[in-house]
């Protein structure tokens, strides 16, 4: 077996051993909790701003978090039309807490997502960003707990979501003026 087969099956081998545990992880690797609280705290953070500058800053990173979102999950599409890999759970006889998922293993879609969120925000408001961060860490490691990815799916996940967060907010730099036209239109319609 290889390193990273080796590490899935030995942090795969605490499922069934304690209920409470079992019932932790199955939140913590489903596909709704951990998103909805990092939905949650961007929601927080796009209302939050002791001034109306910091606001517009807080705007500006979960605008870009929503567009990086959307950018990564198509990078993670675009990977998995040339690439295929499958589940750790096909290739070794793993415990599963989850549904099986078909799809390719590498690189993970969640990884990328969170961390295409988190680093937008980051980008914008590290103190903000510090909780997604956390969240988006503890989403990939439940995962290889789970035995859904490989450690290296995570990590070409997380590294996918870094990098579209990056250029999405250097492409935002770019367009200052429709990101600006976008808050203000948001800010009529009282939703800002």
């Not at 979960?62 to 993670?76: D, E, K, T």
Request: charged share 10%; hydrophobic share 55%; proline share 4%.
């Amino acid at each position: 077996m290889s390193l990273e087969s080796e590490i899935v099956t030995w942090m795969n081998q605490g499922i069934g051993k304690s209920y409470i545990l079992d019932r932790a992880a199955y939140l913590l690797v489903s596909d709704y909790f951990l998103p909805l609280l990092m939905s949650l705290w961007g929601v927080g953070l796009w209302f939050h701003g002791n001034n109306a500058a910091a606001r517009g800053a807080n705007q500006r990173g979960v605008l870009a978090a929503a567009i990086s979102l959307g950018f990564a999950n198509l990078a993670v599409l675009l990977v998995n039309l040339l690439f295929f890999r499958d589940r750790p759970f096909v290739d070794h006889d793993l415990a599963n807490l989850l549904y099986a998922p078909t799809d390719s293993s590498f690189p993970a879609n969640p990884s990328a997502v969170a961390f295409a969120f988190a680093m937008a925000v980051w980008l914008k408001n590290r103190r903000a960003a510090a909780p997604l961060l956390f969240l988006a860490a503890l989403w990939s490691l439940a995962r290889v707990y789970n035995g859904l990815h490989y450690p290296t799916d995570v990590l070409g996940g997380a590294l996918i979501g870094v990098a579209v967060a990056c250029l999405v907010t250097l492409g935002m730099r770019a367009i200052e003026p429709v990101t600006a036209r976008v808050l203000q239109a948001a800010r009529r319609l009282h939703l800002a």
